[in-house]
T-cell receptor, first 114, second 111 residues
Framework: DGGITQSPKYLFRKEGQNVTLSCEQNLNHDAMYWYRQDPGQGLRLIYYSHIVNDFQKGDIAEGYSVSREKKESFPLTVTSAQKNPTAFYLCASTAEGLSGDTQYFGPGTRLTVL | GENVEQHPSTLSVQEGDSAVIKCTYSDSASNYFPWYKQELGKGPQLIID?????GEKKDQRIAVTLNKTAKHFSLHITETQPEDSAVYFCAAIDRDDKIIFGKGTRLHILP
């Protein structure tokens, strides 16, 4: 999966709890992204970061938070404010975040809220 | 913003036949169109891409065509094999340099 690791592969959470999904890349890529995938919905962008210590909201950022303290790491926190968090979460990276850069995806984390 | 429509949502073809997946986009400024293959439980993998300065690109059994005037692009898989069974996503880069994905096509290769 292109040098991107996500953990854990499966995650279960009780309602009202925050949970953090890990994403690490060893590709020396500047840009990193978080997507949410639901059946029949394709991939929707949650947050992205083109450089350390900077990140931008995507199309569905409500109920999520991120940090980018290190180039290789871009953790995603799913907060209790996210109304329907059960989904498959994908992390991706590109070399420079420029138009036409190839996106490399991690293997994903499947989050289930009990 | 950019809107990418992908059809069909499900496609079944006999092994050895060809499969075609079509996408349309709305932003005439889009200039990069990647295609991704996602196997069950895994992340998407780039399989082929095309930029707006060419009309067709081929890589072994996979080809992509682009019609900028009509704003549509297609993925063609010839001589399909069982391992081609997966979900395929088309995408386009919008004017803010974000990738906008289609909703995916589930391809079944029938024995």
């Amino acid at each position: 999966d292109g040098g991107i690791t996500q953990s854990p592969k499966y995650l279960f959470r009780k309602e009202g709890q925050n949970v953090t999904l890990s994403c690490e890349q060893n590709l020396n890529h500047d840009a990193m992204y978080w997507y949410r995938q639901d059946p029949g919905q394709g991939l929707r962008l949650i947050y992205y970061s083109h450089i350390v210590n900077d990140f931008q909201k995507g199309d569905i950022a409500e109920g999520y938070s991120v940090s980018r303290e290190k180039k290789e790491s871009f953790p995603l926190t799913v907060t209790s404010a996210q109304k329907n968090p059960t989904a498959f979460y994908l992390c991706a990276s590109t070399a420079e975040g420029l138009s036409g850069d190839t996106q490399y995806f991690g293997p994903g984390t499947r989050l289930t809220v009990l | 913003g950019e809107n990418v429509e992908q059809h069909p949502s499900t496609l079944s073809v006999q092994e050895g036949d060809s499969a075609v997946i079509k996408c349309t986009y709305s932003d005439s400024a889009s200039n990069y169109f990647p295609w991704y293959k996602q196997e069950l439980g895994k992340g998407p993998q780039l399989i082929i891409d095309i930029r707006s300065n060419v009309g067709e690109k081929k890589d072994q059994r996979i080809a992509v065509t682009l019609n900028k005037t009509a704003k549509h692009f297609s993925l063609h898989i010839t001589e399909t094999q069982p391992e081609d069974s997966a979900v395929y996503f088309c995408a386009a880069i919008d004017r803010d340099d974000k990738i906008i994905f289609g909703k995916g096509t589930r391809l079944h290769i029938l024995p």
